[in-house]
């Protein structure tokens, strides 16, 4: 996917093992039909904060970020098909500003 040490080490962290509340939140909340009942990504993020607890939402948070920051190193569709791979997730990010929203609405549940 990538010949840069930094991108392929961070690559190799967007897995479940290495970020387990990133992969309840794909399976629980965005995979096909939690994504049917929440409506977009950020919704979820918004319904995964009134329902977790400060630490359960930091941990997101902090494995959300991994995931945006390796959005910003390979095309989205490299890191769709790692997403579907590794995590067997059905959902797929349309771009990095569906990214950029669910970052923002973690944010702001952690400062409320």
């Not at 897995?15 to 909340?29: I, K, M, N, Q, S």
């Not at 990214?99 to 400062?111: C, K, W």
Request: cysteine-free; overall charge negative; hydrophobic content about 45%.
């Amino acid at each position: 996917m990538t010949s840069d040490p930094a991108t392929a080490a961070l690559l190799d962290r967007i897995d479940p093992r290495e970020l387990p509340r990133l992969a309840l939140f794909l399976g629980a909340y965005l995979d096909a039909e939690p994504a049917t009942r929440h409506g977009n990504a950020a919704r979820a993020a918004y319904d995964y904060a009134t329902e977790a607890e400060l630490d359960e939402l930091e941990e997101l948070a902090f494995d959300w970020r991994q995931l945006a920051a390796a959005a910003r190193r390979i095309p989205l569709a490299d890191l769709n098909r790692l997403l579907r791979e590794r995590f067997a997730t059905s959902w797929q990010a349309a771009s990095l500003d569906e990214i950029d929203a669910v970052t923002r609405e973690l944010e702001r549940a952690i400062r409320d």
